[in-house]
């Protein structure tokens, strides 16, 4: 995993301020309407599966495991023989909230707040040398701050889609979440929480460039994959190397995430696309889980 972009502190207010969005925007549709976004899922289901997303992490924080603890689990699941997308399914059956929690905007707002203010006090109350354990990356808090922003931005995404409202993250937020996002691709270890067709994305030198039209003047603003027959890898900030790429995606931070992560597809005066379509179909049904 690459490093944090943002200190600290921005990664938990930015965490409340997108849960309270996320709330905000809820309000009004029935718990019963299904997220287009989320096949399966209805807004019931993304609700509870934001907050129990925030006690999962929790629960592996304050109690500084070292071992994978599954949503929902209090104990040790490295025996686990399931996928990690069958895992992340439990969350909307495990422990639902009770309806009214989340059928009242006024409960369902203070719901989500307690979840969020929950995981930033279990942030806040570890140092960085602490052994904690993590999907991928340092085996330390690191990885839950950046997670935590990019889960629940993603599932505002959502919300706000359904709404029919706008969506957008500051710049530097939507590029950290853009980045957190690409470079597990290249991690080998973050192989087991990806989707189970990313077994399939092609081995055979094919690359593909997703790219901000907004550069960033200090963190990454464009990723080169190469899906390379010893593996995929992404490389960060190509300087110009990503312009001979067989798919290309340019689009505004924002936009960008919305892409990666399958909210948004490619095409529209919003963007730009270039080059290989197919494979870049192939991709974003494949690795976007």
């Not at 690459?2 to 921005?10: H, I, K, N, V």
């Not at 960008?256 to 197919?278: H, I, N, Q």
């Amino acid at each position: 995993m690459t490093e944090p972009t943002l200190a600290g502190s921005r990664y938990t207010s930015e965490l409340r301020r997108e849960t309270a969005r996320l709330a905000d925007a809820s309000r009004g549709i029935p718990l019963s309407e299904p997220v287009p976004t989320c096949p399966g899922w209805t807004l019931g289901d993304l609700l509870r599966h934001v907050r129990q997303s925030h006690d999962w992490a929790t629960t592996i924080l304050a109690a500084r495991s070292t071992e994978l603890i599954l949503p929902g689990d209090p104990g040790d699941a490295s025996g686990d023989e399931s996928d990690w997308t069958e895992r992340v399914a439990r969350l909307g059956v495990q422990d639902a909230a009770p309806e009214r929690r989340i059928a009242d905007p006024a409960l369902r707002a203070r719901f989500l707040a307690e979840g969020a203010d929950r995981l930033v006090e279990a942030i806040d109350g570890l140092g960085p040398e602490v052994p904690v354990w993590a999907p991928h990356g340092k085996q330390n808090k690191e990885f839950w701050p950046r997670w935590a922003v990019f889960e629940t931005a993603v599932h505002r995404a959502d919300v706000y889609l359904m709404a029919g409202l706008p969506f957008a993250l500051d710049n530097d937020v939507a590029l950290d979440c853009v980045d957190f996002c690409l470079s597990a691709f290249g991690a080998p270890a973050a192989r087991p929480f990806l989707s189970p067709l990313f077994s399939q994305v092609p081995r055979g030198g094919e690359t593909l460039s997703f790219r901000s039209a907004d550069p960033s003047a200090g963190g990454a603003w464009n990723w080169l994959i190469t899906c390379a027959p010893d593996g995929v890898r992404v490389t960060r900030n190509t300087a110009g190397r990503d312009a001979a790429a067989d798919a290309t995606v340019i689009a505004a931070p924002s936009d960008l995430l919305l892409v990666v992560k399958g909210r948004l597809r490619p095409g529209g005066p919003r963007m730009t696309v270039r080059g290989d379509r197919a494979l870049l179909d192939f991709w974003l049904s494949h690795a976007v889980s």
